[in-house]
Every structure is written in structure tokens, then in C-alpha cells.
């Protein structure tokens, strides 16, 4: 079991990519984060997940920092930018293929509907449609000919041998919403999750619990929405001797309808309240006191 974040220094951090400006929600669970780090004199830190290189803009990181300052926000060092740091990532996993968990999938999204639909059904995982285990049998052979020749590849985690692997219950504390509790994980529903992409040697919940483990954060703050993933990074902490830290998964902010506060829905930036005259203090007690929607128990 975790120690409390009583018993340690409290590290926490804000982990937005930069996908688009901030909203209230960022804002939202920045300042609950750096307000725990505050009240425990705790450390709170800054880090820029952008390896998504499609979807993520350094402008927007420059934005992102801009934001954080004028909302008064201060976080320790300079921020953590995960792109500048790929050749961590391959090392985590190369330790992870070196344990036999990986194993390389060339399918593309077509061969994974042809092949749900030839079976007729598919479980959904918190990441979507449950991989079918096309590539995991692949004979060695195959495999080193394919990549010899060039063919893309993602790297997948075998989850029943890694659920072999890690012995006993996964579980975590949830300081969130709710009060301290102790949650049972289930990361099984993720069935063989990519934990390298086929564009970029790393994924989300790679890099994510790398991260966590390196900078000694203590204490994940977070949205509920990402709560699901938490049941994949125990088991990757698990397999990689990674400390387990507390986890604080808050609610979501909602619009003025009762819907999440989006980027897609296009909820208002911190720069556009900035640019309609709001102060950073008005903009704090906004993101402090809007409506949540209450989390999902499990
Ligand atoms: N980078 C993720 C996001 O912006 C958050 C990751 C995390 O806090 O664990 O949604």
C-alpha cells in the first residue's frame, strides 16, 4: 500500500499537451494541484506532454507557460517537455521487450476492424475497441522480416503475460473527490495496449508513468476522464519497479449547458477571458467555482 502524501514531501504536477490554449478546466486542475503543493509545502511542477507530433504545437506551449504565469501559477525548475526525451522512453521499453512483454503489431486500423468484424465481436476497452491479438502469434521469423523490411510497427504490451508477470493486487489511493480510499485496479480491460506507437517510440501511458517515477511525484493530480488510464499505469509501475503514487482524480467542469468544458466544444481560453478584461484573481474564482459534474464511482 502507498504511504499518504502525509507521510512525504507532497510532488505533484500539471501535465497539459499542447493541443490548443487552455480553458477553465485546465486552469481548474493546475491551480488544485499547485494549491495541494502549497498547503502540504509540497513541490508542484510543469510538464508538457507534446510526443503527439500531429496534434501538438510548440506555440502552444509557449502559450501554455504564458497562461500559467498570469494566473499566478509558479512551478519549480523549467518545465519537463517530453518531446526532448525520447531516448527515455525506448529505454523503458527496451527493459519492458527484454522481459519478453512486448511484442510488435503491424496492423493498421482497417486489419483491426476486418479482423473484429471476422470474429463478429470485440470487447471495448477505456481506449476503445479491444485489440484481437492478430500480431502476438506471429512467428519470430515473420516478425524480423517484416521490420527488415520496413514495415511500420507499434509496440503492444502482451497483458496476460504482464498480468503474469506482476504479481499481486494492483491497487491505489484516491485522494480525490470522495476522501482517501483505496482502489482495485483492473488493467486487463485494456487488453494489449500500444505503449509505443507506430510513429513515435513512446505512447501516453508510457511516458506518463516514466515521468511521474523520474520527477518523484507523490501525488497525480488529474481530470476523472483520465482515471480509467490509472488501472494501466499501476501494472506498468508494477512491471518496472516504478514507485505508486497517491492519485487525486477531480471532477469535471462544466458549460453553462452541464457539458465537460472541451477544447472540441470550444470552451473559453484563459486568453480570451484575459482579453475581455477578467484579472487572474476573477479567473481563479471562476475555475474554483463552477459546477462540477461528480465522478463516476467505480
Ligand atoms: N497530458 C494529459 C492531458 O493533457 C494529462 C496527463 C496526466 O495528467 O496524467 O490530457
Do not use: N
Amino acid at each position: 500500500m502507498p504511504a499518504s502524501p502525509g507521510s512525504r514531501t507532497v510532488v505533484t504536477r500539471f501535465a497539459p499537451s499542447p493541443t490548443g490554449r487552455l480553458h477553465l478546466g485546465h486552469a481548474y486542475s493546475a491551480l488544485l494541484g499547485w494549491r495541494s503543493a502549497r498547503a502540504a509545502s509540497g513541490r508542484f511542477l510543469l510538464r508538457i506532454e507534446d510526443i503527439d507530433p500531429v496534434r501538438c504545437r510548440p506555440e502552444y506551449t509557449d502559450a501554455i507557460l504564458q497562461d500559467l504565469d498570469w494566473l499566478g501559477l509558479d512551478w519549480e525548475g523549467t518545465a519537463r517537455v517530453q518531446s526532448a526525451h525520447l531516448q527515455e522512453y525506448r529505454a523503458a521499453l527496451d527493459r519492458l521487450q527484454a522481459m519478453g512483454l512486448l511484442y510488435p503489431c503491424f496492423c493498421t486500423r482497417a486489419d483491426i476492424a476486418r479482423e473484429i468484424a471476422a470474429i463478429g465481436h470485440a470487447p471495448h476497452g477505456p481506449d476503445g475497441l479491444l485489440y484481437p491479438g492478430t500480431c502476438r502469434s506471429l512467428p519470430l521469423a515473420e516478425r524480423a522480416a517484416r521490420i527488415a523490411g520496413g514495415e511500420p510497427y507499434a509496440l503492444r504490451l502482451d497483458m496476460a503475460a504482464a498480468l503474469r508477470r506482476a504479481v499481486g493486487p494492483l491497487c491505489f489511493v484516491e485522494l480525490g473527490d470522495g476522501g482517501p480510499r483505496r482502489i482495485r485496479c483492473d488493467p486487463a480491460r485494456f487488453g494489449d495496449a500500444v505503449l509505443a506507437r507506430k510513429d513515435i517510440p513512446a505512447s501516453y501511458h508510457l511516458c506518463v508513468t516514466h515521468d511521474d517515477a523520474l520527477q518523484g511525484v507523490t501525488l497525480v493530480t488529474r481530470a476523472e476522464d483520465l482515471r480509467p488510464a490509472t488501472d494501466l499505469h499501476r501494472l506498468i509501475q508494477a512491471l518496472m519497479g516504478w514507485p505508486t503514487p497517491c492519485y487525486s482524480h477531480h471532477s469535471l467542469l462544466l458549460d453553462a449547458d452541464g457539458r465537460r468544458l472541451s477544447k472540441r466544444d470550444k470552451a473559453p481560453t484563459l486568453l480570451a477571458l484575459r482579453e475581455a478584461g477578467h484579472s487572474p484573481e476573477e479567473v481563479r474564482a471562476m475555475a474554483l467555482s463552477r459546477p462540477t459534474k461528480r465522478p463516476t464511482g467505480r
